[in-house]
Protein backbone atom coordinates (compact mmCIF):
# COMPACT_ATOMS: atom_id res chain seq x y z
CA UNK A 1 0.00 0.00 0.00
CA UNK A 2 2.42 2.82 0.94
CA UNK A 3 5.89 2.65 -1.03
CA UNK A 4 8.12 4.63 0.06
CA UNK A 5 9.01 5.79 -3.14
CA UNK A 6 12.32 7.34 -4.06
CA UNK A 7 12.50 10.38 -4.05
CA UNK A 8 15.99 10.50 -5.67
CA UNK A 9 15.13 8.86 -8.81
CA UNK A 10 12.50 11.68 -10.78
CA UNK A 11 9.58 10.64 -13.55
CA UNK A 12 9.59 12.11 -16.22
CA UNK A 13 7.34 15.36 -15.62
CA UNK A 14 9.49 16.08 -12.50
CA UNK A 15 12.67 16.39 -15.11
CA UNK A 16 10.61 18.93 -16.59
CA UNK A 17 10.19 20.61 -13.31
CA UNK A 18 13.90 19.85 -12.25
CA UNK A 19 14.92 21.44 -15.43
CA UNK A 20 12.89 24.77 -14.45
CA UNK A 21 14.72 23.90 -11.16
CA UNK A 22 18.10 25.06 -12.74
CA UNK A 23 16.65 27.89 -14.75
CA UNK A 24 17.22 25.90 -17.83
CA UNK A 25 14.92 27.22 -20.33
CA UNK A 26 14.06 26.92 -23.91
CA UNK A 27 17.10 29.51 -24.79
CA UNK A 28 19.59 27.20 -23.15
CA UNK A 29 18.68 24.22 -25.62
CA UNK A 30 19.15 26.64 -28.62
CA UNK A 31 22.37 28.77 -26.88
CA UNK A 32 24.06 24.85 -26.68
CA UNK A 33 23.01 24.06 -30.13
CA UNK A 34 25.19 27.06 -30.99
CA UNK A 35 28.06 25.42 -29.04
CA UNK A 36 27.17 21.91 -30.80
CA UNK A 37 30.01 22.94 -34.02
CA UNK A 38 33.14 23.87 -30.80
CA UNK A 39 31.74 20.48 -29.51
CA UNK A 40 32.32 18.35 -32.45
CA UNK A 41 35.50 19.85 -33.68
CA UNK A 42 37.27 19.81 -29.94
CA UNK A 43 35.42 16.59 -29.21
CA UNK A 44 38.14 14.23 -29.68
CA UNK A 45 40.59 16.75 -28.15
CA UNK A 46 38.58 16.92 -24.79
CA UNK A 47 38.15 13.58 -24.43
CA UNK A 48 42.26 12.07 -25.28
CA UNK A 49 43.23 15.65 -22.80
CA UNK A 50 40.34 14.80 -20.30
CA UNK A 51 42.20 10.64 -20.36
CA UNK A 52 45.44 12.03 -20.41
CA UNK A 53 44.42 14.12 -16.87
CA UNK A 54 42.20 10.93 -15.20
CA UNK A 55 45.48 8.64 -15.97
CA UNK A 56 47.65 10.92 -13.88
CA UNK A 57 45.70 9.48 -11.07
CA UNK A 58 46.61 6.50 -9.21
CA UNK A 59 43.39 5.45 -8.34
CA UNK A 60 42.07 6.02 -11.74
CA UNK A 61 44.73 3.81 -13.14
CA UNK A 62 43.59 0.57 -10.90
CA UNK A 63 40.27 1.26 -12.53
CA UNK A 64 41.38 2.10 -15.73
CA UNK A 65 43.76 -0.38 -16.83
CA UNK A 66 42.92 -2.31 -19.66
CA UNK A 67 43.34 -0.39 -23.65
CA UNK A 68 40.40 -2.18 -24.92
CA UNK A 69 37.85 -0.80 -22.12
CA UNK A 70 40.00 2.47 -22.03
CA UNK A 71 39.39 2.84 -25.98
CA UNK A 72 35.58 1.75 -25.68
CA UNK A 73 35.13 4.32 -22.44
CA UNK A 74 36.91 6.79 -24.78
CA UNK A 75 34.10 6.53 -27.18
CA UNK A 76 31.28 6.51 -25.23
CA UNK A 77 32.84 9.89 -23.27
CA UNK A 78 32.60 11.91 -26.86
CA UNK A 79 28.86 10.30 -27.38
CA UNK A 80 28.21 11.53 -24.22
CA UNK A 81 29.92 14.73 -24.58
CA UNK A 82 28.32 15.43 -27.84
CA UNK A 83 24.88 15.01 -26.42
CA UNK A 84 25.60 18.04 -24.11
CA UNK A 85 25.28 20.30 -26.95
CA UNK A 86 22.81 18.14 -28.93
CA UNK A 87 19.74 20.21 -28.40
CA UNK A 88 17.47 17.16 -27.19
CA UNK A 89 16.52 17.31 -23.25
CA UNK A 90 13.71 15.44 -23.54
CA UNK A 91 12.90 12.44 -21.70
CA UNK A 92 15.76 10.84 -23.73
CA UNK A 93 18.31 12.46 -22.73
CA UNK A 94 16.79 11.90 -19.29
CA UNK A 95 16.73 8.15 -19.55
CA UNK A 96 20.42 8.03 -21.14
CA UNK A 97 22.00 9.58 -18.35
CA UNK A 98 20.15 8.13 -15.26
CA UNK A 99 21.37 4.62 -17.22
CA UNK A 100 25.04 6.24 -17.48
CA UNK A 101 24.97 7.09 -13.48
CA UNK A 102 23.53 3.35 -12.56
CA UNK A 103 26.06 2.12 -15.30
CA UNK A 104 28.98 3.36 -13.21
CA UNK A 105 28.01 2.66 -9.85
CA UNK A 106 27.87 -1.25 -11.02
CA UNK A 107 31.29 -1.12 -12.16
CA UNK A 108 32.20 0.23 -8.98
CA UNK A 109 33.57 3.40 -10.13
CA UNK A 110 33.07 6.11 -7.22
CA UNK A 111 31.56 9.62 -8.14
CA UNK A 112 34.60 11.16 -7.17
CA UNK A 113 36.08 10.36 -10.45
CA UNK A 114 33.52 11.22 -13.05
CA UNK A 115 32.43 14.25 -10.90
CA UNK A 116 36.11 15.14 -11.36
CA UNK A 117 35.60 14.62 -15.23
CA UNK A 118 32.91 17.66 -15.18
CA UNK A 119 34.87 19.84 -13.79
CA UNK A 120 37.90 19.34 -16.43
CA UNK A 121 34.72 19.63 -18.87
CA UNK A 122 34.59 23.51 -17.71
CA UNK A 123 37.55 24.38 -17.84
CA UNK A 124 38.64 22.89 -21.43
CA UNK A 125 35.40 24.83 -22.72
CA UNK A 126 35.49 28.25 -21.09
CA UNK A 127 38.13 29.38 -23.53
CA UNK A 128 37.40 27.70 -26.61
CA UNK A 129 33.55 30.08 -25.77
CA UNK A 130 35.37 32.85 -24.66
CA UNK A 131 37.90 32.78 -27.70
CA UNK A 132 35.79 32.09 -30.63
CA UNK A 133 35.53 34.50 -33.37
CA UNK A 134 31.49 34.24 -33.11
CA UNK A 135 31.00 35.24 -30.18
CA UNK A 136 31.28 38.56 -28.39
CA UNK A 137 32.30 39.39 -25.22
CA UNK A 138 28.34 38.97 -24.28
CA UNK A 139 27.57 36.35 -26.01
CA UNK A 140 30.39 34.27 -24.32
CA UNK A 141 29.07 34.81 -21.26
CA UNK A 142 25.38 33.83 -21.75
CA UNK A 143 26.53 30.78 -23.69
CA UNK A 144 28.68 29.74 -21.15
CA UNK A 145 26.72 29.76 -18.61
CA UNK A 146 24.23 27.57 -20.70
CA UNK A 147 27.24 25.15 -20.93
CA UNK A 148 27.54 25.16 -17.15
CA UNK A 149 23.98 24.74 -16.68
CA UNK A 150 23.95 21.73 -18.13
CA UNK A 151 27.28 20.41 -16.75
CA UNK A 152 25.11 21.08 -13.02
CA UNK A 153 22.09 18.86 -14.82
CA UNK A 154 24.04 16.36 -15.36
CA UNK A 155 25.81 16.39 -12.45
CA UNK A 156 22.87 16.10 -11.05
CA UNK A 157 21.43 13.26 -12.74
CA UNK A 158 24.51 11.10 -12.16
CA UNK A 159 24.52 11.73 -8.68
CA UNK A 160 20.89 10.88 -8.02
CA UNK A 161 21.32 7.65 -10.14
CA UNK A 162 24.29 6.91 -8.15
CA UNK A 163 22.39 7.32 -4.85
CA UNK A 164 19.48 5.79 -6.08
CA UNK A 165 22.03 2.41 -7.02
CA UNK A 166 22.57 2.70 -3.72
CA UNK A 167 19.39 3.16 -1.92
CA UNK A 168 18.29 -0.16 -3.85
CA UNK A 169 21.20 -2.50 -2.78
CA UNK A 170 20.36 -0.99 1.04
CA UNK A 171 16.41 -1.31 0.17
CA UNK A 172 17.55 -5.14 -0.81
CA UNK A 173 18.76 -5.71 2.01
CA UNK A 174 16.45 -4.28 3.98
CA UNK A 175 13.66 -6.49 2.50
CA UNK A 176 16.11 -9.53 3.27
CA UNK A 177 16.23 -9.21 6.84
CA UNK A 178 12.64 -8.28 6.97
CA UNK A 179 12.28 -11.65 4.87
CA UNK A 180 14.34 -13.50 7.36
CA UNK A 181 12.48 -11.65 10.64
CA UNK A 182 9.24 -13.43 9.83
CA UNK A 183 9.45 -16.98 9.11
CA UNK A 184 6.52 -18.63 8.53
CA UNK A 185 6.61 -22.35 9.17
CA UNK A 186 4.06 -25.26 9.36
CA UNK A 187 4.77 -26.69 12.77
CA UNK A 188 1.79 -28.91 12.42
CA UNK A 189 -0.50 -31.13 9.88
CA UNK A 190 -2.90 -27.93 9.48
CA UNK A 191 -1.03 -25.40 11.58
CA UNK A 192 1.27 -22.61 10.87
CA UNK A 193 3.28 -20.36 13.31
CA UNK A 194 4.63 -17.34 12.59
CA UNK A 195 6.66 -14.86 14.88
CA UNK A 196 6.62 -11.62 14.54
CA UNK A 197 10.24 -9.85 15.16
CA UNK A 198 10.78 -6.85 15.72
CA UNK A 199 8.80 -3.30 14.72
CA UNK A 200 6.12 -4.05 12.25
CA UNK A 201 6.12 -0.71 9.47
CA UNK A 202 3.51 -0.64 6.66
CA UNK A 203 5.73 -2.16 4.13
CA UNK A 204 6.87 -5.02 6.14
CA UNK A 205 3.05 -5.68 7.37
CA UNK A 206 2.55 -5.89 3.82
CA UNK A 207 5.12 -8.45 2.88
CA UNK A 208 4.36 -10.43 5.98
CA UNK A 209 0.53 -10.78 5.55
CA UNK A 210 1.57 -12.02 1.50
CA UNK A 211 3.90 -14.86 2.74
CA UNK A 212 1.46 -15.52 5.77
CA UNK A 213 -1.79 -16.40 3.18
CA UNK A 214 0.82 -18.08 0.41
CA UNK A 215 2.27 -20.34 3.44
CA UNK A 216 -1.51 -21.34 4.82
CA UNK A 217 -2.89 -21.95 1.55
CA UNK A 218 0.06 -23.92 0.28
CA UNK A 219 0.07 -25.96 3.13
CA UNK A 220 -3.55 -25.94 3.57
CA UNK A 221 -3.19 -24.95 7.77
CA UNK A 222 -6.52 -23.94 8.65
CA UNK A 223 -4.79 -22.55 12.05
CA UNK A 224 -2.13 -19.74 12.46
CA UNK A 225 -0.41 -18.76 15.00
CA UNK A 226 1.16 -15.34 15.21
CA UNK A 227 3.45 -14.55 18.00
CA UNK A 228 4.33 -10.83 18.42
CA UNK A 229 6.25 -11.25 22.09
CA UNK A 230 8.87 -10.00 20.24
CA UNK A 231 7.13 -6.96 19.02
CA UNK A 232 8.42 -3.71 21.26
CA UNK A 233 5.85 -1.49 20.26
CA UNK A 234 2.56 -1.30 17.70
CA UNK A 235 0.99 2.09 16.49
CA UNK A 236 -2.82 2.89 14.67
CA UNK A 237 -1.41 1.86 11.61
CA UNK A 238 0.36 -1.41 12.03
CA UNK A 239 -2.73 -2.27 14.70
CA UNK A 240 -5.10 -1.93 11.73
CA UNK A 241 -2.41 -3.94 9.69
CA UNK A 242 -2.75 -6.66 11.87
CA UNK A 243 -6.47 -6.56 11.99
CA UNK A 244 -6.85 -6.70 7.96
CA UNK A 245 -4.55 -9.71 7.83
CA UNK A 246 -6.33 -11.76 10.30
CA UNK A 247 -9.64 -10.72 8.47
CA UNK A 248 -8.08 -12.05 5.24
CA UNK A 249 -6.85 -15.14 6.45
CA UNK A 250 -10.22 -15.59 8.25
CA UNK A 251 -11.50 -14.82 4.48
CA UNK A 252 -9.35 -17.83 3.64
CA UNK A 253 -11.15 -20.06 5.59
CA UNK A 254 -8.76 -20.27 8.44
CA UNK A 255 -8.29 -19.40 11.73
CA UNK A 256 -5.99 -17.16 13.83
CA UNK A 257 -4.69 -17.39 17.19
CA UNK A 258 -2.64 -14.42 18.56
CA UNK A 259 -0.08 -15.11 21.21
CA UNK A 260 2.17 -13.06 23.07
CA UNK A 261 0.63 -9.83 24.13
CA UNK A 262 2.93 -7.73 26.04
CA UNK A 263 1.26 -5.39 28.21
CA UNK A 264 2.69 -2.15 26.61
CA UNK A 265 1.17 -3.92 23.43
CA UNK A 266 -2.32 -4.39 25.09
CA UNK A 267 -2.40 -0.94 26.60
CA UNK A 268 -2.16 0.62 23.53
CA UNK A 269 -4.64 -1.83 21.34
CA UNK A 270 -7.49 -0.64 23.85
CA UNK A 271 -6.62 3.27 23.80
CA UNK A 272 -6.72 3.00 20.08
CA UNK A 273 -9.68 1.38 20.19
CA UNK A 274 -9.51 -1.77 18.55
CA UNK A 275 -11.59 -4.27 19.36
CA UNK A 276 -9.68 -7.78 19.65
CA UNK A 277 -13.19 -9.76 21.08
CA UNK A 278 -13.37 -12.18 18.20
CA UNK A 279 -9.80 -13.33 18.22
CA UNK A 280 -8.33 -15.97 20.07
CA UNK A 281 -5.29 -14.01 22.62
CA UNK A 282 -3.10 -16.56 24.45
CA UNK A 283 -0.31 -15.57 26.98
CA UNK A 284 2.56 -17.61 25.15
CA UNK A 285 3.09 -19.67 21.92
CA UNK A 286 2.86 -22.87 24.01
CA UNK A 287 -0.84 -22.00 25.28
CA UNK A 288 -1.90 -21.28 21.62
CA UNK A 289 -0.31 -24.20 20.02
CA UNK A 290 -2.20 -26.20 22.81
CA UNK A 291 -5.78 -24.20 21.48
CA UNK A 292 -4.56 -25.05 18.30
CA UNK A 293 -4.45 -28.67 18.50
CA UNK A 294 -6.98 -29.04 20.61
CA UNK A 295 -9.37 -27.07 18.15
CA UNK A 296 -7.79 -29.76 15.64
CA UNK A 297 -8.93 -32.61 18.01
CA UNK A 298 -5.36 -33.58 18.44
CA UNK A 299 -4.32 -35.63 21.03
CA UNK A 300 -1.50 -34.59 23.44
CA UNK A 301 -1.07 -36.09 26.63
CA UNK B 1 -8.89 -22.61 -15.86
CA UNK B 2 -10.64 -22.07 -19.39
CA UNK B 3 -13.67 -22.46 -17.21
CA UNK B 4 -16.26 -19.70 -19.29
CA UNK B 5 -19.51 -20.44 -17.32
CA UNK B 6 -21.32 -21.22 -13.95
CA UNK B 7 -21.23 -24.45 -13.07
CA UNK B 8 -23.49 -26.21 -10.67
CA UNK B 9 -23.44 -29.63 -9.50
CA UNK B 10 -25.30 -31.16 -7.05
CA UNK B 11 -23.25 -33.64 -4.79
CA UNK B 12 -25.89 -35.83 -2.46
CA UNK B 13 -27.35 -32.38 -0.51
CA UNK B 14 -24.42 -30.74 -1.56
CA UNK B 15 -24.55 -27.90 -4.58
CA UNK B 16 -20.90 -27.57 -5.30
CA UNK B 17 -20.75 -24.16 -7.39
CA UNK B 18 -17.68 -22.98 -9.61
CA UNK B 19 -17.34 -20.14 -10.44
CA UNK B 20 -14.83 -18.77 -13.65
CA UNK B 21 -11.80 -16.76 -13.42
CA UNK B 22 -13.34 -13.30 -14.12
CA UNK B 23 -17.14 -13.00 -13.72
CA UNK B 24 -19.46 -10.68 -15.41
CA UNK B 25 -21.73 -8.65 -13.48
CA UNK B 26 -24.30 -10.93 -15.37
CA UNK B 27 -22.93 -14.04 -14.66
CA UNK B 28 -23.18 -12.77 -10.86
CA UNK B 29 -26.34 -12.22 -10.90
CA UNK B 30 -27.31 -15.69 -12.22
CA UNK B 31 -24.86 -17.47 -9.53
CA UNK B 32 -27.63 -16.17 -6.83
CA UNK B 33 -30.78 -17.39 -9.43
CA UNK B 34 -29.34 -20.77 -10.27
CA UNK B 35 -27.90 -21.58 -6.18
CA UNK B 36 -31.79 -20.87 -5.53
CA UNK B 37 -33.32 -22.31 -8.07
CA UNK B 38 -30.85 -26.01 -7.48
CA UNK B 39 -31.72 -25.53 -3.65
CA UNK B 40 -35.31 -25.42 -3.94
CA UNK B 41 -35.48 -28.53 -6.64
CA UNK B 42 -32.47 -30.38 -4.98
CA UNK B 43 -33.49 -29.75 -2.05
CA UNK B 44 -29.73 -29.39 -0.74
CA UNK B 45 -28.91 -28.38 2.82
CA UNK B 46 -25.42 -27.14 1.64
CA UNK B 47 -23.73 -24.71 -0.91
CA UNK B 48 -20.13 -24.40 -1.69
CA UNK B 49 -19.05 -21.65 -3.50
CA UNK B 50 -15.61 -22.61 -4.99
CA UNK B 51 -14.09 -19.29 -6.26
CA UNK B 52 -10.30 -20.48 -6.32
CA UNK B 53 -10.28 -19.52 -9.85
CA UNK B 54 -11.68 -15.88 -9.40
CA UNK B 55 -8.92 -13.38 -9.33
CA UNK B 56 -10.78 -10.21 -8.78
CA UNK B 57 -13.43 -10.09 -6.26
CA UNK B 58 -15.03 -6.16 -5.84
CA UNK B 59 -17.95 -4.69 -4.07
CA UNK B 60 -20.81 -5.81 -6.12
CA UNK B 61 -19.20 -9.70 -6.74
CA UNK B 62 -19.01 -9.82 -2.12
CA UNK B 63 -22.37 -7.90 -1.91
CA UNK B 64 -24.24 -10.86 -3.69
CA UNK B 65 -22.34 -13.32 -2.36
CA UNK B 66 -23.23 -12.37 1.26
CA UNK B 67 -26.99 -11.48 0.41
CA UNK B 68 -27.30 -15.41 -1.34
CA UNK B 69 -26.12 -16.87 2.11
CA UNK B 70 -28.31 -14.81 3.97
CA UNK B 71 -30.86 -15.87 1.08
CA UNK B 72 -30.04 -19.74 1.44
CA UNK B 73 -29.94 -19.58 4.88
CA UNK B 74 -33.43 -18.52 4.77
CA UNK B 75 -34.05 -21.86 2.72
CA UNK B 76 -32.52 -23.47 5.76
CA UNK B 77 -29.17 -24.21 4.05
CA UNK B 78 -25.88 -23.49 4.84
CA UNK B 79 -22.92 -21.26 2.46
CA UNK B 80 -19.33 -21.91 2.59
CA UNK B 81 -17.34 -20.48 0.25
CA UNK B 82 -13.86 -22.55 -0.57
CA UNK B 83 -10.44 -21.48 -2.30
CA UNK B 84 -10.49 -17.78 -2.12
CA UNK B 85 -6.86 -16.97 -3.24
CA UNK B 86 -4.42 -14.75 -1.21
CA UNK B 87 -4.20 -11.54 -3.30
CA UNK B 88 -7.56 -11.53 -3.45
CA UNK B 89 -8.27 -12.26 0.09
CA UNK B 90 -5.65 -9.11 0.70
CA UNK B 91 -7.07 -6.75 -1.49
CA UNK B 92 -11.30 -7.63 -0.25
CA UNK B 93 -10.04 -7.00 3.48
CA UNK B 94 -8.63 -3.65 2.49
CA UNK B 95 -11.50 -2.64 0.31
CA UNK B 96 -13.62 -3.56 3.79
CA UNK B 97 -15.18 -6.32 1.91
CA UNK B 98 -17.01 -9.02 4.16
CA UNK B 99 -18.75 -11.90 2.86
CA UNK B 100 -21.47 -11.84 5.83
CA UNK B 101 -22.91 -14.94 6.92
CA UNK B 102 -20.96 -17.31 4.98
CA UNK B 103 -18.50 -19.63 6.19
CA UNK B 104 -14.76 -19.98 4.68
CA UNK B 105 -12.46 -22.80 3.69
CA UNK B 106 -9.32 -23.44 2.23
CA UNK B 107 -10.83 -25.99 -0.41
CA UNK B 108 -13.50 -27.86 -1.47
CA UNK B 109 -11.99 -30.70 0.39
CA UNK B 110 -12.26 -28.73 3.89
CA UNK B 111 -15.30 -27.07 2.52
CA UNK B 112 -17.42 -30.64 2.81
CA UNK B 113 -15.81 -31.52 6.02
CA UNK B 114 -17.53 -28.11 7.54
CA UNK B 115 -20.60 -29.03 5.83
CA UNK B 116 -20.24 -32.51 7.05
CA UNK B 117 -19.79 -31.76 10.42
CA UNK B 118 -22.35 -28.64 10.73
CA UNK B 119 -24.80 -30.38 8.97
CA UNK B 120 -24.59 -34.36 10.54
CA UNK C 1 -3.92 -10.45 -25.45
CA UNK C 2 -6.34 -7.54 -25.73
CA UNK C 3 -4.26 -5.01 -24.36
CA UNK C 4 -1.76 -5.94 -26.84
CA UNK C 5 -4.22 -5.54 -29.76
CA UNK C 6 -5.38 -2.10 -28.24
CA UNK C 7 -2.13 -0.72 -28.41
CA UNK C 8 -1.37 -1.89 -31.99
CA UNK C 9 -4.23 -0.16 -32.72
CA UNK C 10 -2.83 3.42 -31.04
CA UNK C 11 -5.57 3.19 -28.39
CA UNK C 12 -5.03 4.28 -24.80
CA UNK C 13 -9.04 3.93 -24.05
CA UNK C 14 -11.39 1.76 -23.83
CA UNK C 15 -15.18 2.92 -24.32
CA UNK C 16 -17.78 2.11 -21.18
CA UNK C 17 -21.09 1.62 -22.88
CA UNK C 18 -22.12 -2.05 -21.57
CA UNK C 19 -22.39 -4.18 -18.54
CA UNK C 20 -19.70 -6.69 -20.20
CA UNK C 21 -17.33 -3.68 -20.78
CA UNK C 22 -16.90 -3.70 -17.06
CA UNK C 23 -15.02 -7.15 -17.70
CA UNK C 24 -13.27 -5.62 -20.67
CA UNK C 25 -11.91 -2.92 -18.32
CA UNK C 26 -10.24 -5.48 -15.83
CA UNK C 27 -9.23 -7.16 -18.41
CA UNK C 28 -6.80 -4.56 -20.32
CA UNK C 29 -5.44 -3.47 -16.68
CA UNK C 30 -4.76 -6.93 -15.64
CA UNK C 31 -2.82 -7.69 -18.93
CA UNK C 32 -1.24 -4.08 -18.82
CA UNK C 33 -0.24 -3.77 -15.26
CA UNK C 34 1.05 -7.18 -15.32
CA UNK C 35 3.33 -6.55 -18.32
CA UNK C 36 5.22 -3.65 -16.55
CA UNK C 37 5.73 -5.70 -13.75
CA UNK C 38 2.96 -5.30 -10.99
CA UNK C 39 3.60 -7.87 -8.51
CA UNK C 40 0.45 -10.06 -8.03
CA UNK C 41 -1.20 -8.52 -5.31
CA UNK C 42 -1.03 -5.04 -6.84
CA UNK C 43 -2.16 -6.06 -9.91
CA UNK C 44 -5.42 -7.40 -7.86
CA UNK C 45 -5.86 -4.08 -6.02
CA UNK C 46 -5.32 -2.01 -9.56
CA UNK C 47 -7.70 -4.66 -11.20
CA UNK C 48 -10.52 -4.23 -8.27
CA UNK C 49 -10.17 -0.87 -8.69
CA UNK C 50 -10.94 -0.49 -12.09
CA UNK C 51 -14.18 -2.81 -11.68
CA UNK C 52 -15.72 -0.32 -8.88
CA UNK C 53 -14.59 2.44 -11.09
CA UNK C 54 -15.91 1.21 -14.33
CA UNK C 55 -18.92 0.03 -12.32
CA UNK C 56 -19.79 2.94 -11.21
CA UNK C 57 -19.62 4.96 -14.93
CA UNK C 58 -21.96 2.55 -15.82
CA UNK C 59 -24.72 1.84 -12.64
CA UNK C 60 -24.82 6.08 -12.85
CA UNK C 61 -23.74 7.50 -15.91
CA UNK C 62 -24.78 4.78 -18.36
CA UNK C 63 -22.18 5.65 -21.06
CA UNK C 64 -18.28 6.91 -20.57
CA UNK C 65 -14.61 5.72 -21.08
CA UNK C 66 -11.75 4.60 -19.33
CA UNK C 67 -8.27 5.90 -20.62
CA UNK C 68 -5.23 4.84 -18.85
CA UNK C 69 -1.18 5.54 -18.94
CA UNK C 70 1.80 3.86 -17.87
CA UNK C 71 4.96 5.22 -16.89
CA UNK C 72 8.45 3.51 -16.38
CA UNK C 73 11.14 4.75 -15.36
CA UNK C 74 14.43 3.35 -13.69
CA UNK C 75 13.69 1.20 -10.26
CA UNK C 76 9.89 2.69 -10.50
CA UNK C 77 6.64 1.50 -12.42
CA UNK C 78 3.13 3.32 -12.34
CA UNK C 79 0.16 3.25 -13.74
CA UNK C 80 -2.56 6.19 -14.13
CA UNK C 81 -6.19 5.44 -14.84
CA UNK C 82 -8.65 7.55 -15.38
CA UNK C 83 -12.34 7.41 -15.99
CA UNK C 84 -14.50 9.74 -17.37
CA UNK C 85 -18.57 10.20 -17.90
CA UNK C 86 -21.52 12.53 -18.70
CA UNK C 87 -23.56 11.59 -16.61
CA UNK C 88 -25.26 13.00 -13.42
CA UNK C 89 -21.97 13.47 -11.24
CA UNK C 90 -21.59 12.82 -7.61
CA UNK C 91 -23.46 15.97 -5.46
CA UNK C 92 -20.73 15.58 -2.62
CA UNK C 93 -17.86 14.45 -2.94
CA UNK C 94 -16.36 13.80 0.26
CA UNK C 95 -19.74 12.10 1.55
CA UNK C 96 -18.94 9.76 -1.68
CA UNK C 97 -15.43 9.19 0.09
CA UNK C 98 -16.73 8.21 3.56
CA UNK C 99 -17.26 4.24 4.03
CA UNK C 100 -20.57 3.38 4.62
CA UNK C 101 -22.11 6.38 2.21
CA UNK C 102 -23.66 4.72 -1.30
CA UNK C 103 -26.16 5.74 -3.54
CA UNK C 104 -26.55 2.49 -5.98
CA UNK C 105 -27.10 -0.91 -3.70
CA UNK C 106 -23.37 -1.37 -2.97
CA UNK C 107 -21.72 -1.81 0.16
CA UNK C 108 -20.16 1.70 -0.02
CA UNK C 109 -16.89 0.72 -0.45
CA UNK C 110 -16.59 1.10 -3.51
CA UNK C 111 -14.64 5.06 -3.49
CA UNK C 112 -13.40 4.81 0.01
CA UNK C 113 -11.83 1.29 -0.75
CA UNK C 114 -10.24 2.49 -4.10
CA UNK C 115 -8.51 5.35 -2.23
CA UNK C 116 -7.18 2.46 0.42
CA UNK C 117 -6.19 0.29 -2.69
CA UNK C 118 -4.59 3.14 -4.99
CA UNK C 119 -1.45 5.28 -4.02
CA UNK C 120 -3.28 8.63 -5.75
CA UNK C 121 -7.18 8.79 -6.11
CA UNK C 122 -8.88 12.24 -7.56
CA UNK C 123 -11.84 13.37 -8.32
CA UNK C 124 -13.67 16.27 -10.36
CA UNK C 125 -17.19 16.16 -10.73
CA UNK C 126 -19.57 19.17 -11.46
CA UNK C 127 -23.46 18.44 -10.74
CA UNK C 128 -25.40 16.96 -13.43
CA UNK C 129 -22.46 17.71 -15.80
CA UNK C 130 -20.14 14.46 -15.51
CA UNK C 131 -17.16 13.09 -13.28
CA UNK C 132 -14.05 12.59 -14.10
CA UNK C 133 -11.77 10.05 -11.45
CA UNK C 134 -8.35 9.59 -11.87
CA UNK C 135 -6.04 6.94 -10.08
CA UNK C 136 -2.38 6.04 -9.71
CA UNK C 137 -0.31 3.46 -8.36
CA UNK C 138 3.29 3.19 -7.82
CA UNK C 139 5.51 0.62 -7.31
CA UNK C 140 9.40 -0.67 -6.87
CA UNK C 141 11.19 -2.77 -9.67
CA UNK C 142 14.73 -4.28 -9.73
Known amino acids: MNYSNSNYITVFEQWEDQKKFFCF ?20 EVVESLYDHLLQFEDVRIFLSNPEMIKRLKESQKQYFLEMTAGDYGEAYYEKRINIGITHKRLGIPPRLYMGAYSYYVQLMLPKIYNHVDFDQKQAQELFLTFFKIINLDQELAISAYVHAVESVVMQ ?18 IVVAPVIGTLDGQRTQQFMEQLLNQIVETKSTIALIDITGVPQIDTATAQHLIDTINAV ?14 IIAQT ?11 ITKPSMGAGLKVALDMLSIKTS | ?27 VYELQE ?14 ILDISLVNVM ?5 RTIAETTQMVSLMSGMTVVAGMQPNVAITATELGLTLGTAFSALDVDQAFEILNKALS | MLVDKLTAQGATGLSITSESDIVACRKVIRDLTTQLGFGMTDVTRIVTSVSELARNVYVHAKVGEMRWNSMRSPGKIGIEIIFEDKGPGIADINQALEPGFSTAKSMGMGLPGVKKLMDELEIVSVDGKGTLVKVKKWAKVK
Open chain 1, 25 to 44: TEKDAENLQKLHTISAQSCD
Open chain 1, 173 to 190: QAEEIIAMSTPIMQIWDG
Open chain 1, 250 to 263: RLLGSNVIITGIRP
Open chain 1, 269 to 279: LVHLGINLKEI
Open chain 2, 1 to 27: MFLKTLSVVKIKNVLLVTVPDDPSDKM
Open chain 2, 34 to 47: QVLRSLEKHRSTGV
Open chain 2, 58 to 62: DSFFA
